[in-house]
């Protein structure tokens, strides 16, 4: 049976949630900026969209200089929000998971997946299960991502940059020295700028060349760890496994409201079913729950949270809802109005923890 390897990245991540959260952003240039607070322009961009980037803007350069590009252009600047980037996160990760054999999240807007046995080694089946996922998160989140198809995780990484946006592209086992040969070497995971520039000294540019350099001489140069992988990377072999590294850790919705409120209980009207769909995945995947955050999004579109911890960890719907609406009355008190709202919960358990916890407490 083919081993089938999958590549999600979420496209322009933190900027394409701007673009969710404020509609009006979307067809000029998005700079997410991380603020140093001195002056209005201190700072760097931390990531942008695809409008920004035709402009040369890119991460970790000044916003001073960007703004400097974008000068005379409608183009938006934009606090980095790391809270609200792993609501969104959350939400989508959760849904990936829930579709394939095996599940590992490798950073905030990418994770790696196996179909193998969903597919049953079918390119073709995987290439329609990829398809549904990708329509699933536009659908649920308004989010495009690109996804990578491959028979290990080199090449479903390197597939899944290869046609961005909203692409899909798929590499079976017999086609990947011919998809990875004419790719720059830089296009391998762990080959930076220093590295391209070491190889290029040697006359290695492509991952043709790379492929064909003799592995001895390229640890001479890199050492042998390092070597050993680009060597194998190059050549289309990569044997380590997509690994589920610890499940789940959190859980979390979000809603828009018919209308701005202050309310509480005109949140909680609202916000109750995503409660009981909460809650009823946690006790699908037979979880334990310790905390509680109460997520608010307002007419600005700034986010603010609230949480709390438990004493114990708790699976009842009641303490659920008891402790989302005491946290709202205090986070509506600060803000006002919100627009959008939300709950995460965190430091989740599962029950067969929780059961060997009781052994010793009760």
Known sequence: MSRIVGHLDLDYFYAQVEEVENPSLRHIPVVVCVFSGRTEESGVVSTSNYEARQYGIKSGMPIAVAKRRLDGLDASFVRMDHGKYEVYSDRVMDLVRGEVDVFEQAGIDEAFFDLTKKAGGDFDAATGTSETLKAKILREEK???????????????????????????????????AFLSPLPVGAIYGVGPKTAKLLAGRGVSTIS??????????????????????????????????????????????ITLKEDTKSVEGVMMELIPALKDLHSKLVGKKLFFRSVSAIGIGKDLSLRTRSRTLETPADAYPVL?????????????????????????????????QSSIMEFTG
Do not use: W
């Not at 001479?220 to 194998?232: F, I, Q, S, V, W």
């Open 209 to 254: 060349e790379l492929a064909g350099f003799p592995a001895q001489d390229l640890a001479d140069d890199l050492g042998r760890k390092l070597a050993a992988y680009l060597h194998k990377a190059a050549n289309g072999i990569d044997d380590e496994p997509v690994v589920d590294r610890g499940g789940v850790s959190q859980l979390s919705r979000i």
């Open 321 to 353: 809802e008891q402790e989302t609406r005491a946290l709202f009355g205090e986070l509506l008190g600060e803000m006002g109005e919100a627009r959008r709202v939300g709950v995460r919960l965190g430091d989740l358990q599962d029950m067969a923890d």
């Open 143 to 177: 989010l495009t991502c690109s996804v990578g198809l491959g028979p290990n995780k080199v090449v479903a990484k390197i597939a899944s940059d290869y046609r961005k946006p909203d692409g899909l592209t798929v590499v079976r086992e017999e086609e990947a020295k």
